[in-house]
């Protein structure tokens, strides 16, 4: 089963803010919540993570809703360059197997001018 | 400038034929992972090593092989036993030493088989 869904496409005007929301509803207490994006045929490169408090770095907001069943990424002004797909993962930590990332299959955002 | 490669970016076999592909990282990183990626889809966990000479299965290791017998490199052997190899391969790391574990990726390896 899949630990993250979300919606596979998402259009978003230029300047505007994108919301991409994901789902995580049998994440565990100790599981964190990953964003990264995708250029087509490129390594996925990260955005931000976060466990249960909101986050804000330099490129995106991350909110977790208080039951930490699903997230929202936000792009605040978003660019053509933000076009790309986006994935939501939870990353999960054995006790003796080292970290395990899921990922969904992915939002693909275009910023349209 | 640190990163990490894999080699090479475009590779043809024919059916039945072993292939390995290359993954170098001189971030000192501890953990390596090899992913793979069919279109339209998100990366799914071939194999994952958390220190030299030790690594596990990831979701679908099924027909693939590894070994990490040095830190900076962990090659990944598509073997003749899997059954649809031609895919999007991705190589990663992550450095644990901030606590972030970002995972950093290469630029992948697109493997077609005929």
């Known amino acids: 089963d899949a630990k993250t869904t979300q919606p596979p496409s998402m259009d978003c005007a230029e300047g505007r803010a994108a919301n991409l929301p994901c789902n995580h509803s049998?994440?565990?207490?100790?599981?964190?919540v990953y964003w990264y994006r995708q250029i087509h045929s490129q390594g996925p490169q990260y955005i931000i993570h976060g466990l249960k408090n909101n986050e804000t770095n330099e490129m995106a907001s991350l909110i977790i809703t208080e039951d930490r069943k699903s997230s929202t990424l936000i792009l605040p002004h978003a660019t053509l360059r933000d076009t790309a797909v986006y994935y939501c993962?939870?990353?999960?930590?054995?006790?003796?197997?080292?970290?395990?990332?899921?990922f969904g299959t992915g939002t693909s955002l275009t910023v349209i001018p | 400038d640190g990163g990490i490669t894999q080699s090479p970016k475009y590779l043809f076999r024919k059916e039945g034929q072993n292939v390995t592909l290359s993954c170098e990282q001189n971030l000192n990183h501890d953990a390596m992972y090899w992913y793979r990626q069919d279109p339209g889809q998100g990366l799914r966990l071939i194999y994952y090593s958390q220190i030299v000479n030790d690594f596990q299965k990831g979701d679908i290791a099924e027909g693939y092989s590894v070994s990490r017998e040095k830190k900076e490199s962990f090659p990944l052997t598509v073997t003749s036993a899997q059954k649809n190899p031609t895919a999007f391969y991705l190589c990663a790391s992550i450095g644990q030493e901030t606590g972030r574990y970002e995972q950093y990726f290469g630029p992948g390896t697109r493997l077609t088989v005929t």
């Open positions: 049998t994440i565990s207490g100790n599981e964190y």
């Open positions: 993962i939870v990353r999960v930590k054995g006790r003796n197997t080292g970290n395990q990332f899921y």
